[in-house]
């Protein structure tokens, strides 16, 4: 992943005083670095500009990054207007890791809001529908083990 | 309706076992997920999804392979679009490495992968039929699959799990004597094609159970992030090989088959339609087919990984299925991310069974192509009378229930 600070390409440009870094993912994905706490600001800014037909959401991808102490929350959207994918990056802390739902903006998070709490204990603010055992089987939930952590042990 | 319903005082519950065969940290190839839907009367007035009940463990399974054992573990997520896993995968890993595989190579992935297309829409349109009770279609439709699983077999050497991708081109090649075999199928199968297509669109039956049944607006679509057919037959012309343009549709011509109506109907209408375009990209291919090699020396691709991500995309049958990998360095991956279409169209769509009658239900979720194969058990409620009994789907669809 390359990191260019000084261009800001057209499609951020609706949450460019959100960004705290641009990086380009391969192949020709567009990252936008954010506070934890800007992720769902980005979104609405980024649904205002393109239209709510203009862009949908796509995935969402949490990764343990156990050495720095920090799991990264990737949102993928594609912005059919731009044809572009955009990703909005962010980081929350291994210990405590919270952040605010996307679930009212953009119900399609649901399922990678639900799995991501169920397999590294993400919790989303504001998702009444985060519960364990969604995908892991009961007998790894009820022990309070989170596999997809480094450390899991699974 | 709902001062109708209100007056009733029946509720009548109905959970539904389907297999969606998605993902990693998600579902096994045929993973069960529990639809339980509420009715009151005839009407649905709740659903909720319960999930896990397969559950693989995929990706914590790819960290644990190497970069090349999981080529065949994420064939191995679905049954019935495995070249299409592999495909996206694969390319994520090409990406990693900095390599392009051949022109050739290119054109061959994409016929597969558009094999895969035709027997998979074939198969969900006999379903859609059989789930409306119109059996001999089904029978009908599933015989002349067999035509496009005996190309997949000439193509790749398996008629189901392909297994044919490699990092920097495919394992087989394709020789003249092949090539006219394939041409001889496609030219059998598409009447045939043709045929189901004005059944689709004439057949009294079929019309008054798709038509009008399980309307998604475009807003909808976009706002709970569908995907492939189902957001097609919306309006929304979202299809990742046009935004992605990868392998050979930079230079294979296709266009993107949208309808408007949004219904059941629709999503089965586009599905025929995307199959006269795979016919026409298959034999595209087949007279345009580039020279040179196709098949490289395993030999001589790195064990070593450098440390690097990738995003990519591919428009499997059922929609944009996208895969994350993230390399450190060394042979095993860091993370794989698999999301699979079903995951979305399956777990998203649950609201809109609400307003629509029970016997409907099994319609929608056909439209859907959850990759139906155990959705046979169902349970009804009557919590007047404390009963509970166990009824198939295909009652449930008659109305039998």
């Known amino acids: 992943m390359s990191s260019d600070p000084l261009e800001i390409p057209d499609v951020l440009k609706p949450i460019e005083n959100l960004l705290k870094g641009v990086a380009i993912m391969k192949p020709g994905r567009v990252v936008a670095l954010l506070e934890s706490s800007d992720v769902v600001k980005a979104y609405v800014a980024l649904k205002a500009r393109y239209g709510e037909t203009g862009l949908y959401f796509s995935t969402l991808v949490a990764t343990d990054l156990k050495e720095e102490g920090k799991i990264r929350i990737d949102y993928y959207i594609n912005v059919l207007e731009k044809n572009q994918y955009v990703v909005l990056r962010t980081h929350v802390p291994r210990d405590d890791p919270r952040i605010e739902s996307l679930l009212k903006e953009a119900p399609a998070a649901l399922p990678g809001e639900c799995e991501a709490y169920d397999l590294l204990g993400v919790i989303f603010e504001g998702n009444p529908h985060l519960r364990r055992a969604f995908f892991v089987p009961e007998e790894v939930a009820g022990k309070g083990i989170f596999p997809l952590r480094k450390d899991a042990g699974v | 309706m709902t001062e109708e319903v209100s007056k009733v ?19 096994a190839v045929h993973e069960p997920i529990l639809i339980k839907v509420y009715a009151e009367g005839e009407y649905v007035v709740k659903a909720e999804a319960y999930t896990g009940y397969n559950h693989r463990g995929i990706e914590k399974l790819a960290e644990k392979k190497s970069f090349y054992q999981d080529i065949f573990l994420c064939g191995r997520v679905c049954g019935i679009c495995n070249a299409v896993h592999a495909d996206c995968y694969v390319r994520a890993l090409e990406h990693i490495l900095d390599k392009e595989p051949p022109p050739r190579a290119k054109y061959l992935r994409t016929l597969v992968m558009e094999l895969e297309r035709l027997h ?13 009770g119109f059996d ?11 035509l496009i699983m005996k190309a997949k077999e000439i193509v790749t050497g398996n008629r189901v799990l392909a297994d044919y991708i490699m990092v920097g081109g495919v394992r087989r090649d394709l020789n003249t004597e092949k090539i006219d075999k394939l041409k001889k199928i496609l030219a059998k199968v598409e009447p ?21 049944v399980g309307r998604l607006t475009p807003a909808q679509v976009t706002s709970h992030g569908l995907l492939g057919p ?15 343009a990868y392998d050979a549709y930079a230079e294979v011509p296709f266009r993107i088959v949208t309808r408007r109506e949004g219904d059941c109907m629709a999503r089965s209408l586009v599905r025929f339609e995307e199959m006269q375009v795979s016919l026409e990209i298959c034999r595209y291919i087949l007279n345009h087919l580039p020279g040179g090699e196709a098949v490289p020396d ?30 450190k360095g060394g042979v095993n991956p860091y993370r794989v991310k698999i999301r699979t279409p079903s995951y979305n169209n399956v777990i998203n769509t649950v609201p809109f069974y609400v307003g629509h009658t029970i016997a409907d239900v099994p ?37 039998e229930a």
């Open chain 2, 230 to 244: 189902v957001a097609r037959a919306s309006g929304i012309a979202t299809d990742s090989r046009y935004h992605d």
């Open chain 2, 120 to 132: 998979s829409h074939m198969l969900i349109l006999a379903v859609t039929a059989e789930i409306v």
């Open chain 2, 9 to 27: 005082d029946k509720v009548v519950e109905i959970p539904m076992t389907v297999e969606i065969p998605v993902g990693p940290q998600h579902p």
């Open chain 2, 363 to 399: 319609a929608i979720l056909a439209s859907y192509d959850p990759c139906i194969s155990c959705m046979e058990r169902v349970t009804v409620i009557d919590s007047r009378r404390g009963i509970r009994r166990k009824v198939s789907m295909r009652d449930l669809a008659r109305g």
């Open chain 2, 136 to 146: 001999t279609l089904f029978m009908h439709m599933m015989r002349d699959r067999e």
């Open chain 2, 298 to 327: 395993e030999r001589r691709l790195p064990r070593r990984f450098p440390e690097g991500e990738a995003f990519t995309t591919v428009e499997a049958p059922r929609g944009e299925l996208t895969y994350y990998v993230m390399s």
């Open chain 2, 192 to 212: 045939r094609i043709r045929h189901y297509w004005r059944v689709f669109e004439e057949d009294v039956t079929l019309n008054k159970r798709l038509v009008d």
